[in-house]
């Protein structure tokens, strides 16, 4: 069955890159989210990839897909103290209910200043 | 605004006390689901809806109930609320077909302590 897996912590300073990884088993995904749960809020969008890309960036935010390794990560860039949260790996489900997300256990990310 | 409420967001309740966890999206979303976070585990489908009287079980859906009566509101029932449904509480919806702008918006979240 489809898996998402994600290390659960992550702490950086203030003003360095953080990157969080992921591995997921579905070799069909045609996309793959990266969510962010901030303390205390649900989880929103951050950013996604098409399965046909290596790379895409938004501002900050550098997702890297390597589709032979089935191997997302996320880069922020010049991390601040904000960017403290949850982030999650999540990709679809096709062999379940449409519209649903397997979602990685999270990857807290402290940011020291 | 586009969003998803949920009521209430702490509940704090004894054993076998059912509760009512609503949820409302007026995004006129036809996909609905509910979830669970636990530590350690991450999130976990408890039921999902596709569209009103559609509900099927997710990956944890035992002790839960669901109903989709209309469009935009799909509660969440614990008939007898036992203390290892403990958990966050997480309600989403999204609109049908696929693709990145097919995002499911959550909700704020319900934290649920059974005594």
Sequence with gaps: ?113 | EAQVTQNPRYLITVTGKKLTVTCSQNMNHEYMSWYRQDPGLGLRQIYYSMNVEVTDKGDVPEGYKVSRKEKRNFPLILESPSPNQTSLYFCASRSPGGGPGETQYFGPGTRLLVL
Excluded at chain 1, 15 to 36: A, E, P, Q, R
Excluded at chain 1, 83 to 99: K, L, V
């Design chain 1, 1 to 113: 069955g489809e898996d998402v897996e994600q290390s659960l912590f992550l702490s950086v300073r203030e003003g360095d890159s953080s990157v969080i990884n992921c591995t997921y088993t579905d070799s069909s995904s045609t996309y793959l989210y990266w969510y962010k749960q901030e303390p205390g809020a649900g989880l929103q969008l951050l950013t996604y990839i098409f399965s046909n890309m290596d790379m895409k960036q938004d501002q900050r935010l550098t997702v890297l897909l390597n589709k032979k390794d089935k191997h997302l990560s996320l880069r922020i860039a010049d991390t601040q103290t904000g960017d403290s949260a949850i982030y999650f790996c999540a990709e679809p489900n096709y062999g379940g209910s449409q519209g649903n997300l397997i979602f990685g256990k999270g990857t807290k990310l402290s940011v020291k200043p």
